[in-house]
Nanobody, 130 residues
Framework: QLQLAESGGGLVQPGGSLRLSCVPS????????IGWFRQAPGKEREAVSC????????NYAVSVVGRFAISKDKAKNTVYLQMNSLKPEDTAVYYC???????????????????????WGKGTLVTVSS
């Protein structure tokens, strides 16, 4: 059973930065697209960003374009989400997730869909507040 583990959340002031990490239980980054999602209190889970297994292509939700950056380090078996210029509305539990191998569900035209994910981490809380 594939497992994912997020870390790096915390409390940050508006305008600050955080870097989230997602570490899968196996060496899968060549076989699986990886997505970052978030869920704020009282809201549905939404896609934030994703990175393709094949060419490392990325995509972002409109709300985070220019502020967040997703990347992966295969040597460290880790996917990162660098979050800059954080706003109070970025407050949420952040999850990484993936679907099936070789799905190609992340592309420059499409974010991964929460309902289609097969494997989820437990999440890490990001709170943006002064």
């Amino acid at each position: 059973q594939l497992q994912l583990a997020e870390s790096g959340g915390g409390l940050v002031q508006p305008g600050g930065s955080l870097r989230l990490s997602c570490v899968p239980s196996g060496k899968i980054l060549d076989d699986y697209d990886i997505g970052w999602f978030r869920q704020a209190p009282g809201k549905e889970r939404e896609a934030v960003s994703c990175i393709s297994r094949s060419d490392g292509g990325t995509n972002y939700a409109v709300s985070v374009v220019g502020r967040f950056a997703i990347s992966k380090d295969k040597a460290k078996n880790t996917v990162y989400l660098q979050m800059n210029s954080l706003k109070p509305e970025d407050t949420a539990v952040y999850y990484c997730a993936t679907d099936l191998p070789y799905s190609s569900s992340c592309s420059w035209t499409s974010l991964m869909k929460p309902y289609a994910m097969e494997y989820w981490g437990k999440g890490t809380l990001v709170t943006v507040s002064s």
